[in-house]
T-cell receptor
Framework: GAVVSQHPSRVICKSGTSVKIECRSL??????MFWYRQFPKQSLMLMAT?????????EQGVEKDKFLINHASLTLSTLTVTSAHPEDSSFYIC??????????????FGNGTRLTVT | AQTVTQSQPEMSVQEAETVTLSCTYD???????LFWYKQPPSRQMILVIR??????QNATENRFSVNFQKAAKSFSLKISDSQLGDAAMYFC???????????FGKGTKLTVNP
């Protein structure tokens, strides 16, 4: 079964509103989670690293005030797209490292969220 | 910064035939990991195969194998006996260090013709 749950799978919102996307680790605790963005027919680009109990680390060029990340517990990270605009329409995917030392077990990906801003 | 290049935006193969997807990367590190991910229309990311840079032996997983050329910084994926279910986007990815974040290539769309 799924190890990572990402919700919602699809969301349509109006320009100017905010949208929250959840990434939940179901079987294990995760102090770190990653958020990626995938434009249509393009690659996945890392947006930020979500750190449990501390501030997220954003990649260069990603607006931290627009893409708010909260990692309030060891099993949940949320990405909030604030004041969404049509150019924020995209596919957002989270990934969660497995247990153990880095790279010792496979990364787990959520099923992604397709955001459409009208 | 590390980069990953997939020079084939699209590839096609006949069912039961073999196809090779290309990937090159750029890094100054000696210890890293390379991956091929499959993304079907459902958009779920599925790990196909991984390679540790310190291992000289090429990784294999059933019909999937890689040709890892460390000096050339090349990491191609060979799919043997292609099946219709192999049709998808394939992403080459690089990972390194203690942070398990990935750098992805732009992807190759694989079509399998019956």
């Amino acid at each position: 079964g799924a190890v990572v749950s990402q919700h919602p799978s699809r969301v349509i919102c109006k320009s100017g509103t905010s949208v929250k996307i959840e990434c939940r680790s179901l079987d294990f605790q995760a102090t770190t989670m990653f958020w990626y963005r995938q434009f249509p027919k393009q690659s996945l680009m890392l947006m930020a690293t979500s750190n449990e109990g501390s501030k997220a680390t954003y990649e260069q060029g990603v607006e931290k005030d627009k893409f708010l990340i909260n990692h309030a517990s060891l099993t949940l990270s949320t990405l909030t797209v604030t004041s969404a605009h049509p150019e924020d329409s995209s596919f957002y995917i989270c990934s969660v490292p497995g247990t153990g030392t880095p790279w010792s077990s496979p990364l787990h990906f959520g099923n992604g969220t397709r955001l459409t801003v009208t | 910064a590390q980069t990953v290049t997939q020079s084939q935006p699209e590839m096609s193969v006949q069912e039961a035939e073999t196809v090779t997807l290309s990937c090159t990367y750029d890094t100054s590190e000696s210890d890293y990991y390379l991956f091929w991910y499959k993304q079907p229309p459902s958009r779920q990311m599925i790990l196909v195969i991984r390679q540790e840079a310190y291992k000289q032996q090429n990784a294999t997983e059933n019909r999937f194998s890689v040709n890892f050329q460390k000096a050339a910084k090349s990491f191609s994926l060979k799919i043997s006996d292609s099946q219709l279910g192999d049709a998808a986007m394939y992403f080459c990815a690089y990972g390194q260090g203690g942070s398990e974040k990935l750098v992805f290539g732009k992807g190759t769309k694989l079509t399998v013709n019956p």
